[in-house]
């Protein structure tokens, strides 16, 4: 497969250096680090830091801003990054209120996120942190113990990050991001999958008329194969997956994602969109705010994910509250 680089194992580093370079001012590279922050903190707030593999752009550095992240650690390709790495974004950030980690559930993640916590501990910062789990397509998988964190990860740094900015305690923000997680549920389909540059080898193998349903953002294979259904039996088949998981019924407000995998044309996720909206509108459900675009992606990966949340008033309020970040502005 083509790609626009020069070494496979340069490419994470020289991936930050050109996102510092495009956004001078608002984001900086932390020496020696693969960690991007704030370039200027916002005093007196509960810090927010999040990060995993490379390969998911805009995630998680496109996050980084106002009413968002603080800062984002960065790993290899598909590979999360290492607890010191995370130890030096949280001493980055930390303004003497502590620090909200918030992590997707992929067993490397989760260890080295929680052993920078401690590490954090230890040097006297209060640290606590979260765990996103909205993927419904199965229940294990080959690189977690129960569900996948995936593009509903967006929703709770969004909602994380305006609680901070409002002056919320760090228990406060904890107590609100669980609560988004909890109201958060998603599932992707592929058309093609994602390959790893240099590697050669796809995550999985598809048919010329096949599609594979509740794919991973690492390239893992999902729940089915099924043949290449129309757009809108697509949406009726994701969403039949999700509503169940969120008891949603008539009068229940909404958060709609449409997520492209790094490869969709904005064309198909509208057309996804249109159809989504059409149906929760037929069962009474409001949406309320909707994203559509390319928010947690899987290299090159050719399909698409929707996530939904259930709303309160609190999670509308915090989730609508303005934010400027290089890949979400409010």
Same mark, same amino acid.
């Given at each position: 497969m083509k790609k626009i680089m020069n070494e496979p194992n340069q490419m994470v580093d020289q991936m930050l250096d050109g996102l510092v370079k495009a956004y001078p001012d608002q984001l900086k590279r932390l020496e020696d680090t693969t960690v991007l922050v704030r370039k200027e903190l916002s005093p007196d707030k509960v810090g927010i830091v999040s990060g995993g593999g490379s390969g998911h752009e805009p995630a998680h550095a496109g996050y980084i801003g106002e009413g968002m992240l603080d800062a984002a650690v960065s790993g290899e390709v598909f590979t =999360?990054?290492?607890?010191?790495?995370?130890? *030096? &974004?949280?001493? @980055?950030?930390?303004? %003497?209120k502590g620090v909200l980690l918030v992590i997707k559930n992929y067993t490397g993640d989760v260890m080295n996120f929680e052993m920078a916590a401690e590490m954090a501990e230890d040097e006297g910062i209060n640290v606590e942190y979260v765990t996103v789990n909205d993927d419904v397509a199965v229940e294990d998988s080959t690189h977690t113990t129960g569900r996948r964190g995936v593009a509903g990860t967006i929703f709770v740094h969004k909602i994380a990050g305006a609680a901070a900015a409002s002056g919320a305690s760090l228990s406060e923000v904890k107590e609100l @991001?669980?609560?988004?997680?909890? !109201?958060?549920? =998603?599932i992707g389909a592929a058309l093609y999958p994602a390959e790893v540059p240099g590697s050669g080898n796809p995550g999985f193998e598809l048919g010329d008329n096949e599609i594979e349903v509740g794919i991973g953002i690492h390239g893992e294979p999902g729940m089915e194969k099924t043949d290449l259904p129309s757009a809108d039996q697509l949406s009726e088949k994701l969403l039949d997956e999700v509503m169940p998981e969120l008891e949603l019924k008539? %009068?229940? *407000?909404?958060? $709609?994602?449409?997520?492209?995998?790094? @490869?969709?044309? /904005?064309? *198909? #996720?509208?057309? /996804?969109?249109? !159809? /989504? !909206?059409? #149906?929760?509108?037929?069962?009474?459900?409001?949406? @309320?705010?909707?994203?559509?675009?390319?928010?947690?992606? &899987? $290299? *090159?990966?050719? %399909?698409? =994910?929707?996530t939904i949340l259930k709303l309160d008033n609190e999670l509308k309020t915090q989730l609508?509250?303005?934010s400027k970040t290089i890949a979400f502005t409010i």
């Amino acid at each position: 497969m083509k790609k626009i680089m020069n070494e496979p194992n340069q490419m994470v580093d020289q991936m930050l250096d050109g996102l510092v370079k495009a956004y001078p001012d608002q984001l900086k590279r932390l020496e020696d680090t693969t960690v991007l922050v704030r370039k200027e903190l916002s005093p007196d707030k509960v810090g927010i830091v999040s990060g995993g593999g490379s390969g998911h752009e805009p995630a998680h550095a496109g996050y980084i801003g106002e009413g968002m992240l603080d800062a984002a650690v960065s790993g290899e390709v598909f590979t =999360s990054p290492t607890p010191d790495q995370v130890f *030096e &974004a949280i001493k @980055a950030v930390d303004q %003497g209120k502590g620090v909200l980690l918030v992590i997707k559930n992929y067993t490397g993640d989760v260890m080295n996120f929680e052993m920078a916590a401690e590490m954090a501990e230890d040097e006297g910062i209060n640290v606590e942190y979260v765990t996103v789990n909205d993927d419904v397509a199965v229940e294990d998988s080959t690189h977690t113990t129960g569900r996948r964190g995936v593009a509903g990860t967006i929703f709770v740094h969004k909602i994380a990050g305006a609680a901070a900015a409002s002056g919320a305690s760090l228990s406060e923000v904890k107590e609100l @991001a669980a609560r988004v997680i909890q !109201h958060t549920r =998603s599932i992707g389909a592929a058309l093609y999958p994602a390959e790893v540059p240099g590697s050669g080898n796809p995550g999985f193998e598809l048919g010329d008329n096949e599609i594979e349903v509740g794919i991973g953002i690492h390239g893992e294979p999902g729940m089915e194969k099924t043949d290449l259904p129309s757009a809108d039996q697509l949406s009726e088949k994701l969403l039949d997956e999700v509503m169940p998981e969120l008891e949603l019924k008539q %009068g229940d *407000e909404v958060a $709609l994602m449409v997520n492209g995998m790094g @490869a969709t044309p /904005l064309m *198909e #996720l509208y057309i /996804l969109n249109n !159809h /989504l !909206h059409d #149906l929760l509108t037929n069962k009474g459900i409001t949406v @309320a705010d909707t994203k559509v675009g390319n928010f947690m992606t &899987a $290299l *090159e990966m050719a %399909g698409a =994910s929707i996530t939904i949340l259930k709303l309160d008033n609190e999670l509308k309020t915090q989730l609508q509250a303005p934010s400027k970040t290089i890949a979400f502005t409010i």
